[in-house]
């Protein structure tokens, strides 16, 4: 293991954290979840796959705080290794907290009800292939998008040119 993270990982929870924010929610961001909505709202977010989106992010900090003291101390490199390392444990104890923050997102935006209705979807074979998938899926269109983007670039590169070339410039 490195102590360099595995922005991957991060990127897809963050993601996740997007794609999340970006839905109509049905309720108030103000209204206090219930702890039954709180309850359905972690088991959501295990089950659409979103907690594990985040498992990378623990190691990514604590190998992100031992680089932050490398680049003072650049002979300690094995032993800020070693100590990163030794307190993934520690630190993994607190994932729950994330689970908790997913889980506060969508139980204040969605009634119980609504909450056991997305669980009940990700609980079907279609629900669990979207989570199985959706790494693929967002690899597949991130590629795409890029291929399109440098498409989009080269023809507006071409078109700036000819409307340069109507005013007299040569590029």
């Known amino acids: 293991m490195s102590l360099f993270p595995s922005v991957r990982r991060l ?12 839905g109509a929610f049905a309720q108030s961001v103000a209204t206090p979840p219930t702890a ?22 623990i190691p990514n900090l604590l190998d992100g705080a031992a680089l932050g003291f490398l680049q003072t101390n650049p002979d300690l490199a094995k032993q800020l290794r070693d100590t990163a390392l030794a307190l993934r444990p520690e630190f993994e104890k607190r994932k729950g907290e994330i689970i908790d923050i997913l ?10 009800q609504e909450l056991k209705d997305a669980l009940a979807f990700f609980s079907t074979p279609v629900g669990k292939k979207l989570v199985t998938d959706r790494t693929q899926i967002v690899q597949q269109a991130v590629t795409s ?20 070339k109507k005013q007299g410039y040569d590029l």
């Open 103 to 112: 889980a506060t997102a969508y139980a204040q935006r969605f009634t119980e």
């Open 11 to 22: 990127g897809l929870g963050l993601f996740a954290l997007g794609l999340m924010a970006q």
């Open 145 to 164: 998008i890029q291929a399109w983007g440098g498409k989009v670039n080269a023809d507006a590169m071409n078109r700036i040119r000819e409307e340069m």
């Open 36 to 57: 039954s909505q709180m309850q359905v709202a972690r088991q959501l977010v295990e089950a659409n796959g979103e907690a594990r989106a985040f498992d990378g992010v």
